[in-house]
C-alpha cells in the first residue's frame, strides 16, 4: 500500500533523509522513531507530497506521489504534528471541506455526526476553527484525516496536546482503521504508546535508517532480550555506530 | 533605549522641542505686516483679538484630547511575551514597572507632535519674530508660546495618566470590569456621538465667523474637553497678565494627573494580569496588519472572541465536490475575513468607472474613459484582495498540499478565487455601463471579456512573488516582494494592454480588440500558472 525507495530529501548541503526504504502493507501499524532532528517529519512530508524528494519513489496505493499526486493522494490521510487548520471555517465547515475535497459527501453526515461526537468536539461544531483550544483543532486535524476513505494514513506526533481521553479515542481509531485494512505509519517520540500499536518500528537517526523490524527483532538485535522498547531505542541510538554499519531491514 | 542611534533620535527629538520652549522665535526676521492684519480685520466689526486666540487655543487643544484619548479603554498593548516569562516573575514591584511604563509612554506621546515641530518651526518662528519686533509688548509673545508649549506637555501627561487608570481599571478580568467597560465604552460612544450631533445642529444656524467662537465657548463642550479647557485657562492667563487663571489651569491638568496615577498604582496588581491575557495581542494585530495579512488579523479576532462565524448557511449548505471545494472554502474565508474590502473595492471600482458616464452628456470617449477606469479598478481590487489569501494558502500548506489535486490544480482554483471580486465588478460595471449610456456598449463588451483575464493576471503574479518572497514577517522581504509584485503585474499586463491600445488606434472593432487581449492574458497566465504550480510543489515552509 505504501511504498518508499530510496527516499533523499536535502536541503542545499544538508541531507535531512538519506536513502530511506520502507512497505507498509493494509492492516498494518509502522512506527517511525528517532531522536530530534533525526529526519522523521521531513521523511513524512515527503510521503504527503508536501516536500518534493530531491530523489526517490514515494507510490501510494501503487500511484507515484509526484508524477501522480491527485490518484496517490486520493488514498491518504495526513495529521501533522502542529494542527493546520483553516480557522476561519467553522468546525463543521472544515470537515465538509475536506470530505468535499475527497469526494466522500456520500457517507458525509453519517461519519461527521459520529467523530464529532468520539471526539467530543459536538457542541463545537458551529464554532469557528480559531477560537478552539490546542487539543481540540489537535482532535479535528485527526477527524479531518478520517472523514474520507484513506487507506494509507500518516500520523505525526499524534497524540501530542491531546487529553488522556482523546489519545485513548484516538488510539482506538488507529487501531479501527488497521483492522479495515489502513496501512499506517506513525512517527512518535512516545515509545509506549508505540509499543502498544506498532507492528514493526523504524528507528532513523540523522536521516538514515539505522534498524527496522518488530519489537522483538529489535530486541534480539541489541542483545536485550527482555527490555523494553525505550530501553531498546536508547541503547541504538546511544551506539549509532555499532546500529549504523548493520544491514537495514 | 536598545540602541545608540535611538538614543542619538531621541537627544535630536527633544532638542527640537526644547528649542521651541526655550527660544521660541529665533530665526531669519521680517518686519510683521500690522497694517495688512488690520485692514484684515476691519472687515470684521467688533473684532477681539484675545476671544479669538481663546477660541483658537481651545480648539487646538480638543483637537488634540480627542486624538489623545482615543483607545483609552483598551489594554495597554507595550508588553512582550518575554515581558510575561521573565520581568513579571521578579521581584521588581509592579507600581515601579507602571511608573516607568507611564513615563515611557508619556515621553513617546510628546514624540508625535515632533513632524509637524520640524515643519512648521522655521516659518512660525519666523512669523512670531517679526510679531515680536512690531508688537508693543514682544515679551508677550515669547511668553504666550511657552505656556502654550507648557499647557501641551500638562496636557500630554494628563492623556498618559487618564489612559493608563482608565484601561486597568476596566480591562481587569472580572466581571465587574467587564460590566463597567461596556457601560464607558457605551457612554463614550453616546457622548461622541451627541457631541457631534450637537456641533452640527449648531453649524446649521452659523452665520458669522463669531458663531464659532462662540461654539468654543460653550459650556458643554468646555466640560468634555475638559482637558483643552485648562489649557485655554493657562495661555488666557498669561495673555491678560493673570496668575491666577494660569494656576488654576496647570492645578486643574496636575490635580487630574496625579488623580490618575493614585487610580493607576491601585490597579498596579492587575496589570500583569492583563498583559498576560491579551497584553500582546495588539502587537500581533499590528504585525499581521503591516504584513498585509487580512485572514490572519481576523483569525486573531475571532480567537479573542470579537468575530463569530455569522450566518452563511446559504453558503456553507451547499455541496460541491472536488477541486471546486477550494472556491467555496475561500469564499466562506472570504466573506468572515475580506468582505469589508471587497465591498469597498467593488463600490469604488464601479463608482469610478460609472462617475464619469453620468457626470457627463459629452459622450465622445467615453468609451475609452470606461475602459481606462475600469482597468483600474481590477488593479487595485485584484492586487489588494489576493495577497492576504495567498499567504494564508502558503500557511495551510500542511492541509492543502495533501489533498488529491495537482498543485497545479490547486493553484489555479486559488488564483481564480481570488480574482472572482475582480470578474464580478468588471462583469458588473459592463452591465451598468451599457446601461447608462449605451453608445458604448462594443467598450463594455470589450471589458466583459478582457478585464476578468486581468483579474486573473494580476492574481497569479501576486501568487508567484507571494511563493517566491514568501516571509511575510520580515520588513524588508515585504517591502521587495510589494515592489516585485507590482513590476511583475507591470510586465504581465502589459502585452495585452499595449495590443488592446494599438489595436484600438488602428480602427480595429473594440470587442475584437477585447477578444484577443483576452487571448494574449491566458497565454501569459498558463505560463505564469505553471511557473506558480512548479513553486508551490517545491515551497517549503520550513525552509
Known amino acids: 500500500m505504501l511504498e518508499v525507495k530510496n527516499l533523499v530529501k536535502q536541503y542545499k548541503s544538508y541531507r535531512a533523509v538519506n536513502d530511506l526504504d520502507m512497505t507498509i502493507n493494509g492492516g498494518e501499524i509502522v512506527g517511525l522513531l528517532g531522536p530530534n532532528g533525526a529526519g522523521k517529519t521531513t521523511g513524512l512530508r515527503c510521503i504527503a507530497g508536501i516536500l518534493r524528494p530531491t530523489s526517490g519513489q514515494i507510490l501510494i496505493n501503487g500511484w507515484d506521489i509526484v508524477t501522480d499526486q491527485a490518484k496517490a493522494k486520493a488514498g491518504l490521510a495526513f495529521v501533522p504534528e502542529v494542527p493546520s487548520l483553516y480557522e476561519l471555517l467553522t468546525v463543521e465547515e472544515h470537515l465538509k471541506f475536506v470530505a468535499m475535497c475527497f469526494n466522500t459527501m456520500d457517507q458525509f453526515e453519517a461519519k461527521k455526526e459520529s467523530l464529532l461526537e468520539r471526539y467530543n468536539l459536538d457542541d463545537k461544531r458551529k464554532d469557528l476553527v480559531a477560537t478552539l483550544s490546542k487539543g481540540m483543532k489537535?482532535?479535528?486535524?485527526?477527524?479531518?484525516?478520517?472523514?474520507?476513505?484513506?487507506?494509507?494514513?500518516?500520523?505525526?506526533?499524534?497524540?501530542?496536546?491531546?487529553?488522556?481521553?482523546?489519545?485513548?479515542?484516538?488510539?482506538?481509531?488507529?487501531?479501527?482503521?488497521?483492522?479495515?485494512?489502513?496501512?499506517?505509519?506513525?512517527s512518535t517520540h512516545l515509545l509506549d504508546t508505540a509499543e502498544k500499536l506498532c507492528d514493526r518500528v523504524i528507528i532513523l537517526n540523522r536521516g538514515v535508517k539505522m534498524i527496522e523490524g518488530t519489537l522483538e527483532e529489535l530486541r534480539r538485535f541489541s542483545g536485550m532480550e527482555t527490555s523494553s522498547l525505550e530501553e531498546v531505542f536508547l541503547k541504538l541510538t546511544e551506539d549509532e555506530a555499532e546500529a549504523a554499519s548493520l544491514p537495514h531491514g | 533605549m536598545t540602541n545608540p542611534r535611538r538614543l542619538i533620535a531621541l537627544i535630536f527629538a527633544f532638542g527640537w522641542l526644547l528649542r521651541f520652549v526655550l527660544f521660541p522665535s529665533r530665526g531669519e526676521t521680517r518686519a510683521f505686516d500690522f497694517d495688512r492684519l488690520n485692514r484684515a480685520t476691519s472687515l470684521l466689526p467688533n473684532v477681539d483679538l484675545g476671544r479669538i486666540l481663546d477660541a483658537l487655543v481651545f480648539a487646538a487643544f480638543a483637537f488634540i484630547s480627542f486624538f489623545l484619548a482615543l483607545g483609552s479603554l483598551s489594554t495597554r498593548n507595550s508588553f512582550r511575551p518575554a515581558d510575561v516569562d521573565v520581568l513579571f516573575?521578579?521581584?521588581?514591584?509592579?507600581?515601579?514597572?507602571?511608573?516607568?511604563?507611564?513615563?515611557?509612554d508619556y515621553l513617546l506621546t510628546l514624540l508625535a507632535p515632533l513632524f509637524f515641530v520640524i515643519i512648521g518651526y522655521r516659518p512660525a518662528s519666523m512669523?512670531?519674530?517679526?510679531?515680536?519686533?512690531?508688537?508693543?509688548?514682544?515679551?508677550?509673545?515669547?511668553?504666550?508660546?511657552?505656556?502654550?508649549?507648557?499647557?501641551?506637555?500638562?496636557?500630554?501627561?494628563?492623556?498618559?495618566?487618564?489612559?493608563?487608570?482608565?484601561?486597568?481599571?476596566?480591562?481587569?478580568?472580572?466581571l465587574a470590569s467587564n460590566r463597567n467597560r461596556r457601560i464607558l465604552g457605551?457612554?463614550?460612544?453616546?457622548?461622541?456621538?451627541?457631541?457631534?450631533?450637537?456641533?452640527?445642529?449648531?453649524?446649521?444656524?452659523?452665520?458669522?465667523?463669531?458663531?464659532?467662537?462662540?461654539?468654543?465657548e460653550n459650556p458643554f463642550l468646555r466640560v468634555v474637553f475638559f482637558s483643552a479647557t485648562f489649557a485655554m485657562w493657562m495661555v488666557h492667563g498669561v495673555v491678560h497678565s493673570d496668575v491666577a487663571t494660569i494656576l488654576l489651569g496647570a492645578g486643574g491638568l496636575l490635580a487630574i494627573t496625579f488623580l490618575c496615577i493614585k487610580i493607576s498604582l491601585t490597579q498596579a496588581g492587575w496589570m500583569y494580569d492583563q498583559a498576560a491575557v491579551k497584553g500582546f495581542d495588539a502587537i500581533d494585530a499590528r504585525k499581521l496588519q503591516q504584513s498585509g495579512d487580512t485572514i490572519g488579523l481576523i483569525a486573531a479576532q475571532a480567537r479573542q472572541g470579537r468575530?463569530?462565524?455569522?450566518?452563511?448557511?446559504?453558503?456553507?449548505?451547499?455541496?460541491?465536490?472536488?477541486?471546486?471545494?477550494?472556491?467555496?472554502?475561500?469564499?466562506?474565508?472570504?466573506?468572515?475575513?475580506?468582505?469589508?474590502?471587497?465591498?469597498?473595492?467593488?463600490?469604488?471600482?464601479?463608482?469610478?468607472?460609472?462617475?464619469p458616464l453620468l457626470a457627463t452628456n459629452d459622450r465622445s470617449g467615453a468609451g475609452y474613459v470606461f475602459l481606462g477606469f475600469q482597468g483600474m479598478g481590477v488593479f487595485m481590487s485584484a492586487s489588494a484582495l489576493s495577497q492576504a489569501g495567498f499567504i494564508e494558502m502558503l500557511r495551510r500548506v500542511d492541509?492543502?498540499?495533501p489533498?488529491?489535486?495537482?498543485?497545479?490544480?490547486t493553484v489555479f482554483y486559488e488564483v481564480l478565487a481570488k480574482a472572482i471580486p475582480g470578474i464580478l465588478s468588471a462583469w458588473l460595471c459592463s452591465i451598468l455601463g451599457i446601461i447608462l449610456s449605451p453608445s458604448i456598449w462594443q467598450y463594455a463588451i470589450a471589458s466583459a471579456l478582457a478585464m476578468p483575464s486581468l483579474a486573473v493576471l494580476i492574481c497569479l503574479m501576486t501568487c508567484l512573488t507571494t511563493i517566491l518572497f514568501p516571509d511575510f514577517e520580515d520588513p524588508s522581504q515585504r517591502g521587495f516582494r510589494g515592489m516585485m509584485n507590482f513590476v511583475g503585474v507591470v510586465f504581465a499586463c502589459a502585452p495585452g494592454t499595449l495590443a488592446f491600445i494599438a489595436l484600438i488606434a488602428i480602427g480595429l472593432s473594440p470587442i475584437l480588440c477585447g477578444l484577443l487581449t483576452l487571448v494574449i492574458n491566458l497565454g501569459i497566465s498558463a505560463a505564469v500558472a505553471s511557473i506558480c504550480g512548479t513553486q508551490y510543489a517545491q515551497f517549503n515552509p520550513s525552509e
Open chain 2, 186 to 216: 457605551w457612554g463614550l460612544a453616546i457622548l461622541v456621538a451627541g457631541l457631534c450631533g450637537y456641533v452640527a445642529y449648531q453649524a446649521t444656524t452659523f452665520h458669522t465667523w463669531q458663531d464659532w467662537v462662540g461654539l468654543t
Open chain 2, 89 to 104: 516573575p521578579t521581584p521588581v514591584e509592579p507600581k515601579l514597572v507602571l511608573v516607568f511604563r507611564i513615563f515611557r
Open chain 2, 403 to 409: 489533498l488529491p489535486f495537482s498543485f497545479s490544480t
Open chain 2, 307 to 355: 468575530v463569530k462565524a455569522g450566518r452563511l448557511n446559504w453558503l456553507s449548505k451547499r455541496v460541491v465536490r472536488g477541486p471546486a471545494a477550494l472556491l467555496w472554502k475561500e469564499g466562506l474565508i472570504g466573506f468572515r475575513s475580506t468582505m469589508f474590502l471587497v465591498v469597498l473595492f467593488f463600490a469604488i471600482t464601479v463608482f469610478v468607472t460609472l462617475l
Open chain 1, 138 to 186: 489537535q482532535k479535528l486535524s485527526v477527524a479531518c484525516a478520517l472523514i474520507h476513505n484513506a487507506n494509507v494514513m500518516l500520523f505525526d506526533e499524534p497524540l501530542i496536546g491531546v487529553d488522556p481521553a482523546g489519545a485513548h479515542e484516538l488510539k482506538q481509531e488507529i487501531l479501527r482503521a488497521k483492522s479495515e485494512g489502513a496501512a499506517i505509519l506513525i
Open chain 2, 127 to 174: 512669523g512670531l519674530r517679526s510679531l515680536q519686533n512690531s508688537a508693543a509688548d514682544p515679551e508677550l509673545i515669547q511668553r504666550t508660546v511657552r505656556i502654550a508649549v507648557l499647557a501641551w506637555l500638562l496636557v500630554a501627561l494628563t492623556w498618559v495618566c487618564i489612559n493608563y487608570a482608565a484601561s486597568l481599571f476596566v480591562n481587569r478580568s472580572d
Open chain 2, 399 to 401: 492541509v492543502q498540499k
